[in-house]
């Protein structure tokens, strides 16, 4: 007969081999200390974030006399050719810094985040993010055209690495570390801790696991607190609730087109700063000069068109309300198209996150300006069509509906315009996605040589070298090569792509790796160990991807 006693030792011992093993995973990937460090990690995010605003407005008080994001409402109390003051000083300021401090000569952002979890050995430096935050906090306090966000994520992932380094944590753990950052970046910059989690996924790590979504909560959630307690729980554009209903289901058509319309500018504008990023490459005109430049070029368009200026909320505001008119809007498309890739192209910093969501407001406000005038009984208000606008044009750069949808109902605190939002996000970014082929930030990465959209095969056979698998050469043997003879070798920095290749010519099983300064060999390359290096770099991924 079975006794109580019994019967729970053995629940006891099943319950024990069934969760051992869990246990035993979670403790190996460290995710003890990857919560303990996400918290940090959020606070860190939190402060930075505020500390970054803060440090915008001080630069801007010194030109404009106040640090309110009121810009445009300042600006008209003062002389005319006063927005040439701020951009010109501060693109002087900052090449000055570039001069001394950052012989890079470029502001780091997303895509310096997104290389930094790729490969470790990419220069993310605590130093190099203080001195790109503080080019950044110049150049947008002074007017430049550019967004906050890439530089408080670069920023938050430089103290990302810092800390997991500290940590000592494996590999995916790092990783997941490093998408902390960024989503407490997110989360305090903009006061939308979902669409930083969902941000930390979608564009930092490129997939969803359950092991990175806990500590990217946490992250996130503790950055949302210590900003709210900073800022305030308002969102960053408020909006009357009535103003973005949907009239009818007869819009939907117009929805779609609004879609198209946005992956146009969309595309025009990733065009342009890769456009721009290549004739500044070409100019021969030295680094730390191109500021001054696209200073004096940015105030030059700002005589005509102040709203270009800085992150440009308040004309995103005024867009959101309906209060520009349709002419301004389409003219205020290609400005702020112009003076953003001036800006970033001069390698003054500044992200592409707020012009996105500036030149979706003017274009859904244009476009909602003329549906309201040919079909005034159906169309919604213009605030509704520029609100859309925002999240199409932005999720088509870079390359993220997900949170970047969530984030648009973040900061506007309305949910009624769902189905308009998606529709328009996910026609415009497959438009963009069809004549690009890849996100803002992935095009800047190609330039690197980093072509993460071809799939975890191509990143392994790039990033894996010789010198991670080749055998060394045991002390006494004769490590004599002749180069001359027409052999087939490998040197130790090749990348695994190209040693298969070389095995699939030679029909080798193993080439010498030669060391070319002396000519000498330092060890074998075996075939069936490069194919094991790379078929466990893609296990690796699969199961980082899968946990």
């Known amino acids: 007969m079975t006794t109580p006693v019994k019967t729970a030792k053995q629940i006891y011992s099943v319950t024990q081999r069934w969760v051992r093993p869990h246990l035993a995973s979670f403790f190996a990937l460290q995710q003890p200390r990857l919560w303990l460090l996400a918290i940090l990690l959020g606070a860190i995010g939190g402060a930075l974030g505020i500390a970054f605003r803060l440090a915008i407005g001080f630069v801007q008080s010194l030109w404009l006399g106040t640090a309110s994001e009121q810009v445009l409402t300042t600006l008209s109390t003062l002389p005319w050719w006063w927005p040439m003051i701020g951009p010109v000083g501060g693109g002087i300021v900052v090449g000055i810094i570039l001069y001394f401090w950052r012989p890079l000569g470029r502001a780091g952002g997303v895509a310096d985040v997104i290389e930094a979890r790729v490969r470790e ?41 810092l800390g997991f ?33 969902l941000f930390a996924h979608e564009v930092i790590l490129g997939h969803f696991a359950m092991s990175a979504f806990v500590p990217l909560v946490i992250a996130s959630v503790v950055a949302a607190i210590i900003s709210r307690l900073w800022f305030g729980e308002a969102p960053a554009f408020v909006i009357d609730p009535d103003a973005i209903t ?20 969309a595309i025009l504008f990733q065009t ?190 790039q990033f894996i070298r010789v010198r991670d698998f080749l055998r060394p050469l045991p002390e006494d043997q004769d490590n004599t090569f002749d180069i001359a003879s027409g052999a087939p070798w490998l040197r130790p920095t090749e990348t695994l792509e190209s040693a298969l290749k070389a095995f699939d010519a030679s029909e080798a099983s193993r080439l010498p790796v030669i060391e070319t300064k002396s000519n000498t060999i330092i060890g074998h390359a075996h075939h069936v160990d ?12 699969s199961r980082e991807e899968h946990s």
Not at 166 to 194: D, E, H, M
Not at 530 to 541: D, G, P, T
């Open 272 to 461: 342009a700063l890769i456009g721009g990023d290549w004739l500044s490459k070409r100019s021969g005109t030295p680094v730390w000069v191109r500021p001054a430049i696209g200073g004096l070029l940015v105030g030059l368009i700002a005589l005509a068109f102040p709203p270009v200026l800085g992150v440009g909320y308040e004309a995103t505001d005024m867009a959101l309300a309906g209060s520009l008119d349709l002419w301004l809007m389409l003219a205020l498309i290609v400005a702020k198209t112009v003076a953003t890739t001036i800006t970033l192209s001069s390698r003054a910093g500044g992200g592409v996150f707020s012009p996105c969501l500036y030149l979706g407001a003017m274009t859904g406000g244009a476009f909602g300006i003329i549906a309201t005038s040919v079909f005034p009984d159906v169309a919604s208000s213009v605030g509704l069509y520029a609100l859309i606008g925002m999240g199409a044009v932005a999720a088509a750069v870079l390359g993220a509906p997900i949170s970047t949808a969530v984030m648009i109902f973040e900061l506007t605190g309305g949910f009624a315009f769902s189905i308009a939002l998606l529709l328009a996000v996910a026609i415009a970014t497959g438009l963009t996605q069809a004549v690009m082929g890849r996100s803002y930030f992935h095009w800047q990465l190609y330039t690197r040589g980093i072509m993460l959209e071809e799939g975890p095969h191509k990143h392994a056979a």
């Open 121 to 161: 050995s990419s220069a993310l430096t605590f130093r190099g993010a203080t001195v790109a935050t503080l080019v950044t906090a110049i150049t947008l306090g002074s007017g430049g055209s550019g967004g906050r966000e890439g530089p408080i994520v670069y920023y938050a992932a430089a103290a990302s690495k």
């Open 246 to 265: 949907i009239s009818s289901y007869l819009e939907i058509p117009a929805f779609a087109l609004l879609g198209l319309v946005c992956a146009t500018v």
């Open 165 to 197: 380094r500290i940590f000592r944590l494996p590999a995916a753990a790092r990783r997941i570390a490093l998408a902390c950052g960024v989503a407490a970046a997110i989360s305090s910059s903009f006061n939308a801790p979902i669409a930083g989690v």
């Open 530 to 541: 490069a194919l094991s290096s790379f078929n466990k770099a893609l296990v690796a991924h």
